[in-house]
């Protein structure tokens, strides 16, 4: 496979979670994790890990987390940054800011942000590659659950809280709510706050991207 066809890879999905430094690292550790995990349960392939530019992590500092999940032997399993993410995940809201938070994405791509503010509200401070977005979903995570700050678990690994015990419970529900990219059920098995995760699938809200950029961009 040539470099330039490397993300053809047609069961392939890529997930990107952007978080903060320490603050939320686990948090978009236990995105990724959860939804591969998932998968697994489902006979796909998986990959989750950490961005090694981001380390070592700063507090508040913009860092990243990886998940693939494939129906195929994933092919370009140790390219180590998702360049062309199906599915990207904000931990907190204020990531729209300052940075191309949707770079790379492919057309069809959906953005999951954790907020209490409207998607029309959002989308006006994202400034690049929103003709490729799909949806933007939204979920009130904070208002459910609390960041777990830890220092053990990296690379993909769990810490001793579990998965999804903070307001990962929330996000990861979010994601599934406005994908689909595994089952619920088997999501819920894997997480710690199943009350929250259950929560947050009733309140996430799913927007089409398109309409909401052309009434609040017209």
């Known amino acids: 496979m040539s470099i330039q066809n490397l993300f053809d890879?047609?069961?392939?999905?890529?997930?990107?979670?952007?978080?903060?430094?320490v603050y939320e690292n686990k948090e978009a550790r236990d995105v990724v994790v959860?939804?591969?995990?998932?998968?697994?349960?489902?006979?796909?392939?998986?990959?989750?890990?950490?961005?090694?530019?981001?380390?070592?992590?700063?507090?508040?500092?913009?860092?990243?987390?990886?998940?693939?999940?494939?129906?195929?032997?994933i092919e370009s399993r140790y390219v180590y940054e998702n360049e062309a993410p199906d599915i990207v995940v904000l931990t907190e809201e204020t990531l729209v800011k300052g940075i191309n938070i949707l770079s790379g994405i492919k057309p069809g791509a959906v953005l999951v942000i954790n907020s209490k503010r409207s998607p029309e509200y959002l989308i006006k401070f994202i400034k690049e590659n929103t003709e490729n977005l799909s949806k933007i979903v939204t979920v009130d995570a904070n208002s459910l659950s609390k960041s777990v700050i830890t220092l053990s678990g990296a690379e993909g690994a769990t810490d001793a809280s579990g998965i999804g015990k903070g307001i990962s419970a929330a996000l990861v529900a979010a994601v599934v709510k406005g994908t689909e990219i595994v089952k619920f059920d088997n999501l819920l098995e894997l997480i710690a706050n199943k009350s929250v995760a259950k929560k947050?699938?009733?309140?996430?809200?799913?927007?089409d991207a398109d309409s909401i950029q052309k009434k609040v961009f017209a």
Do not use: C, H, M
């Not at 890879?9 to 430094?21: A, D, H, S």
């Not at 947050?200 to 927007?207: E, F, L």
């Open 9 to 21: 890879e047609p069961g392939l999905k890529q997930i990107t979670v952007w978080g903060r430094g």
């Open 200 to 207: 947050a699938y009733d309140q996430t809200i799913v927007v």
């Open 34 to 73: 959860a939804l591969t995990e998932a998968a697994s349960k489902e006979g796909k392939y998986i990959q989750a890990w950490e961005n090694y530019v981001d380390l070592p992590d700063r507090i508040f500092v913009p860092v990243r987390a990886y998940g693939k999940i494939s129906t195929e032997e």
